[in-house]
């Protein structure tokens, strides 16, 4: 494309992660995602021959599964300069958007492992540090078969209603908690995952209100998982049920037991750091709709010259340059400042979130539009960018009810 990155003063540092991070896209993530897209079987995309681990083991090749870890487990957080954490996300979310969620979301458990000073505990972290077999996979399981859009609004005073609490239920017996209940199909990761942090409830009385979280090795009696969901777009990312009964865990797996966390760790920083992350990978998304469609229309010949010199499709690109380069700043300004300023501005979070998806949707659409008939065809990759940018607006909480969420901090 001919269009700058507005990438003012690359490190030579950040000038390398965004190389290496656009050849890995273009090399690996793109061709396996548009491939694990086709299989019509869910469960292929899962199987032991399939090139989707391939994928995780060439990121953590890279070190890129690193990059969240603190260094007392041997990860890189702190090394890593912010404008390299939106080159990441948005580049391999450029690539590929399901992919990018799978590989993002597998260092949930470990991340709150590292926080604990639990010897146990902290070997798992470097475990999965250096781990580059991507042997061990983690998954964050909150959304319930009857509790979605709830778990958004868990910070807000009236989401104590005892109604609103969460099915999956851990009951203190001595020094261990016994867990039962059901996470639902949309567990990203959630049929291949070797460890989870799952939300659970601790006191049901207090519904959302009290509410904790535990890390869970997934190979516990008791555990069992769901099959891998079929589904519209982002195919590549396997999603599936985990049911829990009766699960005997020692208390020290579960990391935030504390419900009066519940309104800040759970209501706020969770949903604006996965809010924040959610903007830049969609972000990415928008931007590789966009250039599908500047490269269409400079190449496809109607009227005797490229489409691309028909006053309706510049505008139209020009419209859509417009829309993405406004999500992208959004998205890089709410990164820059949630990345240090913890528990990070929610209210901007959700907006940049419910932006990208909904440019990323829209340009998405557009260009399929500038595409014609070749538009809906599986020979471009356009209509599945299309439909995985669908999937996002309702990824990580619906837009609307994060937007009522976020509007609390107005
Ligand atoms: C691609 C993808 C990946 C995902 N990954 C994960 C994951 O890794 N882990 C995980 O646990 N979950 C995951 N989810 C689940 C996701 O977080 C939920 O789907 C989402 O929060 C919505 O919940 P729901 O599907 O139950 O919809 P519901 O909550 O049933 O909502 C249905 C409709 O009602 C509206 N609505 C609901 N409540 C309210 C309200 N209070 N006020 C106004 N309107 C309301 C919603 O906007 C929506 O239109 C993923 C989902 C997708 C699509």
Known sequence: MNYPDLDINLTEDETAIKDMVQRFGEEVVRPAGIRLDKLADPADVIAADSELWDVHRAYRELGLHKFRLPKSVGGMAGEVSMLSSILIGEGIGYADSGLAISLAVTGSPFAYAAMSDDPELQGWARAYVEDKNAEMIGCWAITEPDH???????????????????????????????????????????????????????????????????????????????????????????????????????????????????????????????????????????????????????????????????????????????????????SRRTMAYNLNNPPGSLAHAVSAKALSTETAFLVASEAVQIHGGNGLSKEYVIEKIMRDARASMIEDGTNEVLLLRGAAFL
């Open 148 to 330: 979605g859009s709830d778990w958004i609004m868990a910070g807000e005073p009236t989401s104590n209603n005892p109604r609103m609490a969460p099915g999956v239920r851990a009951i203190k017996q001595g020094d261990e908690y016994i867990l039962t209940g059901q996470k639902s199909s949309w567990v990203s990761n959630g049929t291949i995952s070797t460890h989870a942090s799952l939300h659970v409830s601790l006191e049901p009385e207090q519904g959302m209100h009290g509410t904790g979280i535990c890390i869970l090795p997934l190979d516990l009696p008791g555990i069992r998982r769901g099959p891998p969901l079929d589904k519209l777009g982002q195919r590549a990312l396997n999603q599936g049920e985990i049911f829990l009964d009766e699960v005997t865990i020692p208390r020290k797996y579960m990391i935030v037991p504390d419900t009066s966390q519940a309104n800040t760790i759970i209501g706020e920083n969770i949903w604006a750091g996965a809010n924040t992350g959610m903007s830049v990978t969609f972000g990415g998304v928008a931007k590789s709709a966009l250039d599908e469609a500047i490269k269409y229309a400079s190449e496809r010949v109607q009227g005797g010259v490229p489409i691309m010199e028909h006053q309706n499709i510049k505008l139209k690109l020009m419209k859509m340059f417009q829309m993405v380069e406004a999500a992208r700043s959004l």
